[in-house]
Antibody, heavy 121, light 110 residues
């Protein structure tokens, strides 16, 4: 059973960078053909797809965040990482990592529990 | 930019039927978007209900069904139960490993 667990600072100051890690257990992040995504949810609002990295290392980002986002993988630690620069209060949200298959049905089948990040001075 | 639309909220009586929809501000939702539906209760990660328009995920009760209705994807709950009270999100696959999420529908069972 694949499990994902997000971790990182719960509080980030405005204008600084937000860095989160998603540790994958029960399977190798580099095996198979999967997209590993970051998704966020501001309090009381809907989900927003931030971006993804493919098993091969290729990335794609939400156009609205593209200039500030970097997603990477550390295969030695079986971890997925998110770096979001120049944060503001609008980036306060619960951040989830999730896995989707590279081919049909392209569904998010495993999710982490999420981690709350608050941007505040 | 692609925007996915969902009703903000719905109320349904226990045992009743409710249909949630998932549309696009520009264009129609078809099976080519492989729409999927997720259920989320407060403080929890989303749970996959439906994928590829109408395929139920493992363990999902058959009171949940997916379809295309007109130019939208739809999730129907038939015989709603109290524990169906949750937020429901649709997700559209845009190709090349891109997804767009709807804003979610809050379903109240009362």
């Amino acid at each position: 059973q694949v499990q994902l667990q997000e971790s990182g600072p719960g509080l980030v100051k405005p204008s600084q960078a937000l860095s989160l890690t998603c540790t994958v257990s029960g399977g190798s992040i580099s095996s198979g053909s999967y997209y590993w995504s970051w998704i966020r949810q501001p309090a009381g609002k809907g989900l927003e797809w931030i971006g993804r990295i493919y098993t091969s290392g290729s990335t794609k980002y939400n156009p609205s965040l593209k200039s500030r986002v970097t997603i990477s993988v550390d295969t030695s630690k079986n971890q997925l990482s998110l770096n979001l620069t120049s944060v503001s209060a609008a980036d306060t949200a619960v951040y989830f990592c999730a896995r989707a298959s590279e081919q049909w049905p392209w569904v998010f089948d495993y999710w982490g529990q999420g981690t709350l990040v608050t941007v505040s001075s | 930019q692609t925007v996915v639309t969902q009703e903000p909220s719905f109320s349904v009586s226990p045992g009743g039927t409710v249909t949630l929809t998932c549309g696009l501000t520009s264009g129609s939702v078809s099976t080519n978007y492989y729409p999927s539906w997720y259920q989320q209760t407060p403080g929890q990660a989303p749970r996959t209900l439906i994928y590829s328009t109408n395929t139920r995920s493992s363990g999902v009760p058959d009171r949940f069904s997916g379809s295309i209705l007109g130019n939208k994807a739809a999730l129907t709950i038939t015989g709603a139960q109290a524990d169906d009270e949750a937020d429901y999100f649709c997700v559209l696959f845009m190709g090349s490993g891109n997804w767009v999420f709807g804003g979610g529908t809050k379903v109240t069972v009362l």
